[in-house]
């Protein structure tokens, strides 16, 4: 039986340092994706408040109006190239994922940042049609009343808030339902493993449970 | 895209490499011009990174849709180097490539839209060329060039980003019909059309696997992921990723038998680097220099027909044909090139275009995400368009924010109504009130506080909205000092300067009703309300009331004023009462008079339990949200009476019918007892002798105007004669002589 909550600080650091050096070392394939790229980052002043971090793109999902508008003019010509594509290519967005831990709820809790390429912030409106959400997951339009029709439902409390590390402005995804969602899975893992092995396992739980609300695949 | 004839050379395009700036990119830059560069231009090294294209299947277009997603050069805050943070990074995954750059950060958007563009692109574009000469290196070949302006006042940035590269002449050509082909999928082409031997250009899915074994081992062997590489097929399975400075034009040359439709052999080694597009037919911007790398160092004709691998895997796919990775043979145009044996820089080219395909630099306005009132602006949305995703998905907050709201009364329930006005995302309160903020005020009127009250104390009205804006700079929040003329409060004749404030307090509260589309009535006296209740009813605006007791509070809209031809009687089972709903004045039988004269102190003061101002407030916005949502607005029915609260519907029980809204019912009246914790609702008809709303009293005031006004001002019996309230309680008084009345009576 593993912990339903990460209990420490201490226990989460450990759990990312196993988990980062783990899925470092395995040959990349397309069903870890959620589970690579990450990152341990730590302020050498504020040495126990260090939490994950890794980059990725997304793509919008709804085509949008495009909300980034640069100067018309043309200010210098370069010699026409016929070797260059002339071609928009597809909107994509930056999004930086952090995972830190919920003091409170002694769960780590899913930060988030979209930006355009020029590096101005999503709009809320905007945010929900990017690939970082599954359709189901916010699409009011064929969804009504959901909530109450389906109280068990893992609702995304998406909320905005300052990144608790670093300050900036952030999304994330409220952790009061994490722990619930947990305790149900955990509840089946009855295999035997190594105590490190379950904080990785813990780890990797969680991911499946925020990947329910958000994509998380690259 | 039209197949060319077999054997037609097409000429390769590359696809250009996108920039990514990351918001701490700017935040970084920002830091960096405040505490080290300030007024230094000098130019600074960064660093960026970009992966590879993708290609993945869009998961929400049904069948088979493909949707490819170019990779970008991202910049963030991780570009300056120097730290303040110690990162375990899982190295560089595979994919990804890293690229070096300058920073060139101008003092003036002057000096920057002035500065001599093609100089500083053409000194970062020598570097690399020299650099591939002298290092033989080619760490270099993938430097970008950002050049900025900072305006750290308004958080706009200007920038734009140069990836040179240089222009092959004679350009490189693919064969038309062949074209680029899927790494993994070529490769079955080739042996199943007999090529034989792991020939062809492509290549297994072992040796694919291999390949990004090899790179993902590279990465973490300490030693620097390869943006470049060469791919040597040594025997018939076995590839080996080695960095392109081994190249050998003895060892590595690439021959082959291909025809047009791809079937013959081809042995030797490929080329390979990190490619960010996702063009099908187009490889990316970078191995436009390493091919220029490649000619310059080994002009020999042994590098006029190359094998490409454009490399897009950065996981191990499902499926053995789910590799995204492209290879080609490409083949030089006639003649030697540019730079080939003299030495000479051939041309570079590579100003990234902006949004608008245009060559001009781009600009990131940053202000939404650091100023604080805009950021406050956002979170104030956010909370309200939760409700919209999942809850009430039909909710029309622009609505709710587009409607005005007049807040008659700036004390405890005015106070309450605005906050919760604000909570719902109402954009503009206007609060009227005569008096000033007074030492007994601030415990039980939040957005007052002690200082308020001091040297006489600040007009309620102002100060309510100048809170309310502290609170949240977004707000249009006004405060209006202004007496409310009342029946039976003469306004004497002399001085005549009296008179005059009157009429032009009437005037400016007709204007600001004309102005809202929500009139609060939110005063502490009875017939205070009489005014603007006529003058909404007139108008057609919703009238919100509160009013309260001791432990007991009224919450209530006035009816609309029916449009004509429907004024229609009562029907008998209360439908049309329903539909045609009294004022606050409906239910009296004497009119409104002075009620604040000869009374004592509790009597003229609201003497409330504290806790019931914020109830009341808060009953009459969620009501008024109730009755915005429904789609007749504020002419909607009363839901029927029921005798137990209980049977009435849920919202959530498709009980958006006659008498509800998105958000629940939209009751005439509610009655609070906070003694027994209870709410009753109460269904008032209009009543057609009534002072506030009868068509007699609002003709007259339409007819009369300010004359009008003035006698129910100055005369206490001239409403009820104008309405016949008199006769009626003459014949009241007469039919009920001599009754004896049972007491016990519900008194409602």
Redesign the interface.
Same mark, same amino acid.
């Given at each position: 039986m593993i912990d339903v909550t990460m209990q420490t600080r201490l226990r989460f650091e450990k759990a990312c340092?196993l988990f980062?050096s783990k899925?470092? %070392?395995v040959? $990349? %394939? #397309?069903? *870890?994706?959620t589970f @690579?790229?990450?990152?341990? *980052?730590?302020? *050498?002043?504020l040495p126990s408040f260090g939490y994950m971090s890794r980059?990725t793109?997304l793509?919008v @999902?709804l085509s949008t109006r &495009?909300s980034?508008? =640069? =100067?018309?003019?043309?200010?210098?010509?370069? &010699?026409v =190239?016929? &070797?260059?594509?002339?071609? $928009?290519? +597809?909107q994509?967005f /930056?999004c930086?994922q952090y995972v830190v831990y919920s003091a409170t709820f002694q769960v780590p809790c899913l930060y988030f +940042?979209i930006?355009h390429? *020029?590096?101005? $912030?999503l709009? &809320?409106?905007e945010l929900?049609h990017t690939?970082l959400f599954h359709?189901a997951t916010?699409d009011?339009?064929t +969804? +009504? %009343? #959901? /909530?109450?029709?389906h109280p068990s439902s893992l #609702?995304?409390?998406? %909320?905005?808030g300052d990144h608790p590390s670093l300050g900036? $402005?952030c999304w994330y995804l409220h952790p009061c339902e994490t722990v619930k969602s947990m305790q149900e899975v955990l509840a089946e893992d009855k295999t035997e493993m190594s105590k490190e092995e379950r904080l990785v396992r813990w780890l990797e739980v969680w991911f499946l449970v925020i990947g329910n609300m958000v994509d998380l695949r690259? | 895209m039209t197949t060319p004839p077999p054997g037609t050379p097409t000429i390769v395009q590359f696809t250009p490499l996108p920039s990514q700036t990351h918001p701490s990119f700017w935040h970084k830059l920002t830091e960096l011009k405040l505490d080290v560069l300030k007024l230094s231009d000098a130019e600074v090294e960064i660093g960026g990174r970009y992966g590879v294209g993708r290609v993945f299947r869009d998961r929400e277009a049904a069948g088979e849709k493909w949707v490819g997603v170019g990779g970008s050069l991202g910049v963030d805050e991780g570009s300056f180097g120097g730290q303040t943070t110690t990162t375990t990074t899982t190295s560089v995954p595979v994919g990804t490539a890293v690229a070096r750059g300058i920073v060139k950060n101008f003092n003036t958007i002057e000096e920057f839209k002035a500065a001599d563009k093609s100089k500083i692109f053409n000194q970062v574009a020598d570097k690399i060329w020299s650099s591939i000469h002298t290092t033989k290196s080619t760490t270099l070949l993938n430097t970008f060039l950002v050049i900025t302006y900072a305006d750290l006042k308004k958080y706009k940035y200007f920038y734009w980003f140069a990836f040179p590269a240089f222009v092959s002449k004679p350009a490189w050509y693919i064969d038309g019909a062949l074209g680029w082909v899927g790494a993994a999928a070529a490769a079955a082409a080739a042996t199943t059309t007999g090529g034989g031997g792991g020939g062809g250009p492509g290549y297994s899915h072992d040796q694919l696997k291999s390949i990004l074994d090899q790179l993902h081992k590279s990465a973490h062997s300490g030693s620097k992921p390869l943006p470049y590489f060469l791919v040597r097929s040594s025997g018939t399975t076995t590839v080996d990723v080695v960095p392109v400075e081994e190249y050998d034009p003895s060892k590595d040359r690439y021959t082959d038998t291909l025809d047009s439709t791809g079937t013959g052999t081809g042995t030797g080694t490929a080329i390979g680097f990190i490619d960010p597009s996702a063009g099908e037919q187009n490889p990316g911007w970078p191995l436009r220099n390493l091919l220029a790398y490649i000619r310059a160092l080994y002009p020999g004709d042994s590098t006029k027909r190359l094998k490409v691998v454009c490399w897009r895997d950065s996981y191990v796919p499902r499926g053995e044909d789910g590799w995204k990775s492209r290879v080609g043979v490409i083949t030089l145009g006639d003649g030697d090139g540019t730079g080939v044996g003299d030495g000479k820089r051939p041309d570079a080219v590579g100003w990234e275009k902006n949004v608008q395909g245009k060559l001009s630099p781009r600009v990131a306005d940053l202000a939404p995400m650091m100023d604080p009132t805009r950021l406050a602006n956002q979170a104030v949305d956010l909370n309200l368009k939760l409700m919209r995703w999942r809850i009430i998905p039909s909710l029309d907050l622009e609505k709710i924010a587009g409607t005005k709201c007049l807040l008659l009364g700036a004390g405890t329930l005015g106070c309450y109504v605005a906050r919760c006005l604000m909570g719902w995302g109402v954009r503009t309160i206007t609060l009227v009130d005569s008096a000033r903020v007074s030492f007994s005020n601030p415990v039980r009127q939040p957005l007052f506080q002690f200082s308020d009250c001091l040297n006489g104390g600040e007009p309620k009205a102002e100060c309510a909205a100048a809170r309310l804006k502290e609170v949240w700079p977004g707000l249009n929040a006004t405060g209006v000092s202004l007496s409310i003329p009342m029946p039976g409060h003469p306004i004497p004749e002399s001085p005549p300067s009296i008179m005059e404030q009157t009429r032009k307090d009437v005037e400016r509260l007709e204007r600001l009703i004309e102005e809202h589309d929500v009139v609060y009535l939110l005063m502490d006296s009875r017939e205070s309300r009489w005014l603007p209740s006529v003058i909404c009813r007139a108008k057609g605006k919703l009238v919100m009331n509160a009013a309260l007791g001791f432990d007991t509070f009224l919450v209530m809209r006035h009816g609309a004023r029916p449009a004509k031809g429907e004024e229609g009687g009562v029907d008998e089972d209360l439908k049309g009462a329903r539909r045609h709903l009294g004022c606050y004045y409906c239910n009296d039988i004497v009119a409104p008079a002075d009620s604040l004269t000869d009374r004592t102190l509790d009597q003229m003061c609201t003497v409330t339990r504290p806790g019931l101002a914020s109830i009341a407030a808060s009953t009459a916005v969620e009501l008024m949200m109730s009755v915005i949502q429904h789609p007749d607005g504020f002419r909607a029915a009363a839901p029927p009476p029921q005798s137990n609260p209980n049977d009435y519907p849920h919202p959530s029980e498709g009980g958006e019918g006659e008498g509800s809204s998105v958000l629940g019912l939209v009751p005439h009246q509610l009655r609070g007892y906070l003694a027994q914790f209870r709410n009753l609702h109460v269904v008032g008809a209009v009543y057609d002798r009534c002072t506030g709303c009868s068509e007699t009293v609002i003709e007259a005031y339409e007819k009369e105007g300010f004359s009008m006004m003035l006698r129910a001002f100055n005369d206490p019996k001239y409403l009820e004669r104008l309405t016949g309230l008199d006769k009626l309680y003459d014949e009241g008084e007469k039919a009920f002589e001599g009754v004896d009345w049972d007491e016990g009576e519900d008194e409602f």
């Open positions: 340092r980062i899925y470092d %070392s040959l $990349p %394939s #397309f069903s *870890n994706t @690579r790229g990450w990152c341990w *980052n730590e302020y *050498n002043d980059s793109a793509t @999902r &495009a980034v508008v =640069d =100067d018309a003019e043309q200010i210098i010509d370069e &010699a =190239d016929e &070797a260059s594509l002339r071609s $928009p290519g +597809t994509t /930056a930086r +940042t930006s390429s *020029n590096g101005t $912030p709009s &809320a409106d929900v690939s359709s916010l009011s339009t +969804t +009504t %009343s #959901f /909530a109450v029709t #609702f995304p409390l998406l %909320s905005q900036t $402005p690259v | -």
